[in-house]
């Protein structure tokens, strides 16, 4: 039986940045995938629906062009060209990323994984021993009762990836961060969209602030929504999806995408043989990914940490680092950057006003309206960015609304992790003008010296 410092089960972005990182540091390692390299984020997730919200992106500044005096015209989205540009985008990330594991020797082993020991995977029949075994076998949409998934009426994100139409309305159900960029997307596709959203607010993991900013930004782009009132029933016509609402309501579409969260794949792959601990499928584990089987660690989605690419990637280097013997630091998950790619764009890090609260903490809070900053006007975008601060202390959580908002995060997350306080920010220069001018604003009006702020 082949032996390996490391052997792990899944690669996605846990489990090939946990093998890349262990291969680094010299450590002998092989990959277990039944799918595709790369799993989730790039062929059914982040990089898809990225292309998707471009192209989105594109059809909407047709449509605008004449605001900015610019002769075009949206005529119509071409599905079959815009998965070609998507795929073209997977297609080449995960021939690179192929590339990387094998220039950093490590096993691929193609096939569906299963612990069947403390130390060893079967793979089709084959067995293979880790002196570690990493699991990193990521997450599934899931649904709810009395949904039937056909992937052609009733879908999840993993079908409306690869649409090769646009429907002429959509019902979307659940209003996190997966349901409003497929909202997003449509919109800007030409469908007419409805969000359903049991509680009382999109994107509810947000600041409320924020939140609210986007509901703003929605209703003004016509995508409809319906907020506090629960899913009861759904049934398929030839009119097409008709949606009961617990409180009597009915909506009809074309198509209902069902987004109501993910849950962790764990089942029926030998986890609960091993012994290992689990909550509602989730592995549990301590600040450093170790599972309570000691040589089993377990990284991503199917840990109950943030279901971000990015968290996987750190949660797979901090492991290799572990078991490399170079004591990382465990993960600050206040600290990670989080992003809804919709128009507008929501980007945050840090506490809400409700968490720094319920923590304890003395705070203070401004908002920069975008209203004041050269380049959201250029770019006619509206937005905000609110700080929170310990009083004297400080900056704890920065939350921000406004197209491309996501790129100012590189700074917002310095500023929380280097514990920075608003002074320290104030004294930065920021380029005149762009978004992070925005950013620099807020901290100088925190800091008691605002310059292009009214009141
Ligand atoms: C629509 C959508 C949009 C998203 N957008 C973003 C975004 O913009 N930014 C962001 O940071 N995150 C985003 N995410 C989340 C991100 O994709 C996940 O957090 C990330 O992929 C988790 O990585 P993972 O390695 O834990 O799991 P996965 O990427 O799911 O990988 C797990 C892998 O394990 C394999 N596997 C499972 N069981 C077995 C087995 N028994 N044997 C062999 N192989 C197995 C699977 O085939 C899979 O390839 C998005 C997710 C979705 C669904």
């Not at 490391?6 to 890349?20: M, N, P, T």
């Not at 905000?384 to 590189?410: C, D, F, T, W, Y």
Request: aromatic share 6%; proline share 3%.
């Amino acid at each position: 039986m082949s032996e390996f410092d490391l052997l792990i089960l899944g690669g996605g972005s846990g489990g090939y940045a946990c093998a890349l990182r262990a291969a680094q540091l010299g450590l002998s390692v092989a990959l277990v995938e039944e799918d595709k390299l790369g799993g989730t984020c790039l062929h059914r997730g982040c990089i898809p629906t990225k292309a998707l919200l471009h192209a989105g992106e594109v059809a909407d500044s047709s449509r605008h062009a004449s605001e900015f005096g610019v002769n075009a015209q949206f005529i119509s989205m071409d599905m079959l060209a815009v998965n070609a540009y998507k795929d073209g985008v997977i297609n080449k990330l995960h021939k690179g990323l192929q590339g990387l594991v094998k220039s950093r020797n490590i096993t691929y082993i193609e096939g569906h994984g299963r612990l069947v020991g403390k130390n060893v995977i079967d793979v089709n029949g084959v067995q293979y021993s880790g002196k570690n075994i990493v699991l990193a076998t990521g997450s599934y949409p899931k649904t709810l009762p009395g949904l039937d998934i056909d992937g052609v009426q009733i879908v999840t994100s993993d079908h409306a990836t690869k649409l090769e139409h646009v429907p002429s309305s959509v019902i979307v159900l659940g209003g996190g961060v997966i349901g409003c960029e497929f909202a997003s997307v449509w919109k800007s596709f030409g469908a007419d969209v409805t969000i359903i959203e049991a509680l009382p607010h999109l994107v509810a993991l947000e600041d409320e602030s924020t939140s609210k900013q986007l509901e703003r930004a929605f209703r003004k782009r016509g995508i409809k929504f319906e907020l506090g009132t629960r899913f009861a029933s759904a049934s398929k016509g030839p009119d097409g999806v008709t949606v009961t609402l617990e409180n009597g309501s009915t909506f009809v579409a074309d198509l209902l995408l069902v987004a109501v969260g993910r849950g962790p794949v764990s089942s029926n792959i030998g986890y609960e043989e091993a012994g290992l601990t689990m909550d509602r499928g989730y592995l549990i584990v301590d600040d450093k990914c170790r599972t309570n089987v000691p040589g089993i660690w377990a990284v991503g989605d199917l840990i109950p940490t943030l279901q971000l690419a990015h968290v996987g990637f750190a949660e797979g280097i901090l492991v290799a680092e572990e078991i490399a013997g170079l004591n990382p630091r465990a993960i600050n998950y206040d600290g990670v950057p989080r992003v809804t790619y919709s128009e507008p764009e929501v980007a945050s890090v840090g506490l809400t006003t409700a968490q720094a609260q319920s923590r304890g903490h003395d705070i203070v809070e401004i908002s920069y309206d975008l209203a004041g900053n050269g380049k959201a006007n250029i770019l006619k975008t509206a937005g905000s960015v609110k700080l929170i601060a310990q009083k004297n202390g400080p900056v704890l959580g920065i939350h921000m609304v406004g197209s491309r908002v996501g790129e100012l995060l590189a700074e917002a997350q310095l500023i929380f992790n280097w514990e920075a306080e608003a002074s320290d920010v104030a004294s930065l220069i920021h380029a005149h003008p762009t978004l992070s001018e925005a950013v620099g604003e807020a901290h100088l009006a925190l800091a008691g010296k605002p310059l292009h702020a009214h009141g």
